[in-house]
Nanobody, 115 residues
Framework: QVQLVESGGGLVQPGGSLTLSCAAS????????MGWFRQAPGKQRTMVAT???????RYADSVQGRFFISRDNAKNTLYLHLTGLKPEDTAVYYC?????????WGKGTLVTVSS
């Protein structure tokens, strides 16, 4: 099973920016799809952004135009660029990927948006 390790979370003021990284132990070009999900305290985990093998990206309505997903195939790393952060973006952000039908998750990185 591919291991995923997220990094880049932290405390940021409203309106600020962060870039999250997800390093994969396997080739991300062989993943059927990859994405970022988040889980706020007391809430269910929800999709933030996904990217297909062909490079098509999809975003949750709540982050459209503020967050951007990208990947570096040579580094086997997925990124999530967060801009215009709001307090309601506070959550643990999880990296996800599907390899041969197996759903792999990282342990998450905490993003806190507060003044």
């Amino acid at each position: 099973q591919v291991q995923l390790v997220e990094s880049g979370g932290g405390l940021v003021q409203p309106g600020g920016s962060l870039t999250l990284s997800c390093a994969a132990s396997g080739s991300i070009t062989s993943a059927n799809a990859m994405g970022w999900f988040r889980q706020a305290p007391g809430k269910q985990r929800t999709m933030v952004a996904t990217i297909t093998k062909g490079g098509s990206a999809r975003y949750a309505d709540s982050v459209q135009g503020r967050f951007f997903i990208s990947r570096d195939n040579a580094k086997n790393t997925l990124y999530l660029h967060l801009t215009g952060l709001k307090p309601e973006d506070t959550a643990v952000y999880y990296c996800n990927g599907v390899w041969n039908g197996v759903n792999c998750w990282g342990k998450g990185t905490l993003v806190t948006v507060s003044s």
